[in-house]
């Protein structure tokens, strides 16, 4: 990308509108709305933030709409340039038009994520910032959103930063010392250093663990709902989806095939899918629905053994908890129907150290909820006000960062010297960087930037 030129570009979602706003960036913008605005009164550029009413014209002077501009001086603007944001009816071909009156002016068209882009290159964010910008673009659950949010205020910009500075003030101590080894200097002991990067390393690895967290809201857990025939499988289903998505009826082998939805459950995003009951069927396409079901369960994070509380366990009801019980996964056995007598032996779930107790016909789902969200969230982490990893990207600095401070330890530990020791320390510096954008490469920031819209 270029940043001596100045781009334009539709920043409200395409289609018919009240109004729609064309984002303009650059050094040329004050020029452009001479030639394709006149206000009533001043410029909008001796009104900066205030928005200034006119008519927006072609270049030759021909009016195509009345509409208000936004000015916004550079440094004070989202890119960090000079910035306008012309407001115009939302008609389809009109916005077309008035952007198109923009280009013809001197500006050229956006790519994806461009005013993004330049705000980070300005220093008006860095690029967790923008990850999280484009987050929360996307958001489509409260857990998501409050994600994003956090990821927008900083929080985890800020925590690497310290790490980072703690690191580079260590690093200095070391690095004077082998410099220096005569000189008198007042620095840190080899046994002080080592619990200085052992502190380090412990706040590095306790970010990255909270990557089980942002994954769980952020990516969203692939949970599988499976149980016998007649358990409630479909009625916990739509009661989680928040409607009529799934035939429930009282006939054993209503559902013949897998549906998946993503939902929101508490904080939680769940990738969850209904599936046929486990049984010894002999119907031709109930057996299609229910082999499915079971290659569902092998790629299951999260299992939802949903029983029928208020029957005594059968032969496929047994057969399937055997199954389960030495799965390395998480499974959450759910005993419905509980609007009815239970008569379901507790003895029966020895084992399991998940279990709820709910009626999906009444949409009792809390009990689920906090079930879930104790597994999956760190308890005491506040999704808004805490540093959260909220990608895989983040992930893998913070894990490399971490590692690279383990082996430096090892190094001070084993007396290897101290300049092996402070490479390691060196390469964790680097990790640590390339989770703000301080040390990433440009392939890896041109591909983040590709995933926003072109008005942003």
């Given at each position: ?41 001043k ?5 900066p933030r ?13 009016v ?9 001086a ?23 038009t ?75 101590d070391?690095?004077a ?14 046994e ?10 412990g ?5 990255a ?13 692939e ?27 009282d ?25 046929a ?11 299609i ?10 790629s ?18 047994n057969?399937?908890l ?16 509980q ?12 084992g ?80 640590l ?14 591909d ?9």
């Amino acid at each position: 990308m270029t940043v001596t030129d100045t781009i334009a570009a539709i920043s409200t979602p395409r289609g018919k509108g009240g109004i729609a706003v064309i984002r303009v960036s650059g050094a040329d913008v004050t020029d452009i709305l001479r030639k394709i605005f006149i206000p009533v009164g001043k410029s909008p550029a001796e009104r900066p933030r205030y928005a200034t009413l006119g008519r927006i014209c072609r270049g030759d002077g021909e009016v195509l709409d009345e509409g208000l501009v936004t000015f916004f001086a550079a440094p004070r603007s989202f890119t960090g340039e000079d910035v306008a944001e012309i407001a115009c009816h939302g008609g389809l071909l009109l916005t077309e038009t008035v952007l198109a009156a923009v280009l013809a002016a001197g500006a050229r068209p956006a790519e994806a994520g461009e005013f993004t882009a330049r705000a980070m290159m300005n220093g008006k964010m860095d690029l967790a910032g923008a990850e999280a910008l484009g987050a929360l673009l996307e958001a489509d659950t409260a857990g998501r959103l409050a994600l994003a949010r956090g990821g927008m205020e900083g929080r985890l910009s800020e925590a690497t930063r310290r790490c980072y500075q703690k690191l580079s003030a260590l690093l200095a101590d070391a690095y004077a010392k082998i410099d220096f080894p005569d000189e008198d200097l007042n620095t840190m002991s080899r046994e002080a250093l080592t619990a200085a990067l052992v502190a380090c390393a412990g706040e590095v690895r306790a970010l990255a663990d909270t990557w089980q967290s942002g994954r769980a809201v952020a990516e969203g857990i692939e949970t599988v709902i499976c149980g016998p025939v007649n358990a409630g499988k479909s009625t916990l289903y739509n009661a989680l989806v928040g409607r009529e998505a799934a035939i429930v009826t009282d006939i054993a082998g209503t559902t013949r095939d897998v549906l998946t939805e993503t939902v929101a459950l508490g904080r939680l995003t769940l990738r969850l899918s209904d599936t046929a009951g486990l049984r010894n069927a002999t119907d031709a396409v109930e057996q299609i629905g229910i082999s499915r079901a079971e290659a569902a369960l092998g790629s299951a994070e999260l299992i939802f053994a949903v029983l029928d509380g208020s029957r005594a366990p059968d032969a496929d009801t047994n057969a399937l908890l055997a199954r389960l019980l030495p799965m390395e996964k998480r499974v959450i056995v759910v005993l419905n129907k509980q609007d009815a007598a239970a008569v379901f032996s507790p003895e029966t779930l020895a084992g399991f150290s998940h279990v709820v107790r709910l009626s999906a016909t009444r949409g009792e789902i809390a009990p689920l909820v906090a079930e879930t969200e104790g597994m999956f969230l760190t308890e005491g982490l506040d999704l808004r006000y805490d540093a959260v990893v909220a990608n895989a990207r983040q992930y893998a600095a913070l894990d490399r960062a971490a590692e690279a401070l383990h082996l430096a330890v090892e190094a001070l530990r084993m007396d290897i010297p101290l300049d092996a020791a402070c490479i390691e320390v060196e390469l964790a510096m680097s990790a640590l960087g390339e989770v703000d954008g301080r040390a990433v490469g440009e392939d890896i920031v041109a591909d983040i930037f590709s995933h926003f819209c072109v008005g942003k």
